[in-house]
């Protein structure tokens, strides 16, 4: 499974940007896919999540302003109010297990190489 992420950037605070992935390689879809960031020197942490059937959970920090969509095989993270705080790589991933609430096999995740999300003015 190869997992394609763009649409990062640089916007200003308060601005929006949509991050998209894009799940290909494999004939059986991946059961979840999210959104992970991480700073320099801190943990990758689980921005939003989203099962096949459409349940979604979000970090708190991203409660009210991130949306995250699924259509087929891509995934949508729809970011708004941005703070400088936001300012992170953005990494796509995707499981086979249920959810991301459950337990899981981390070492059977996929990912795919992170992309630039700078808020700054």
């Known amino acids: 499974v190869q997992l394609q992420a763009s649409g990062g950037g640089l916007v200003q605070p308060g601005g929006s940007l949509r991050l998209s992935c894009v799940s290909s390689?494999?004939?059986?879809?991946?059961?979840?896919m999210g959104w992970y960031r991480q700073v320099p020197g801190e943990q990758r942490e689980l921005v939003a999540g989203i099962a096949r059937g459409g349940a979604a959970n979000y970090a708190d920090s991203a409660k009210g302003r991130f949306t995250i969509s699924r259509r087929k095989n891509t995934v949508y993270l729809q970011m708004s109010s941005l703070k400088p705080e936001d300012t992170a790589v953005y990494y796509c991933n995707g499981h086979y297990a249920n959810d991301y609430l459950g337990p899981r096999n981390y070492a059977m995740d996929y990912w795919g190489k992170g992309t630039q999300v700078t808020v700054s003015s």
């Open positions: 390689g494999s004939i059986f879809s991946l059961n979840a």
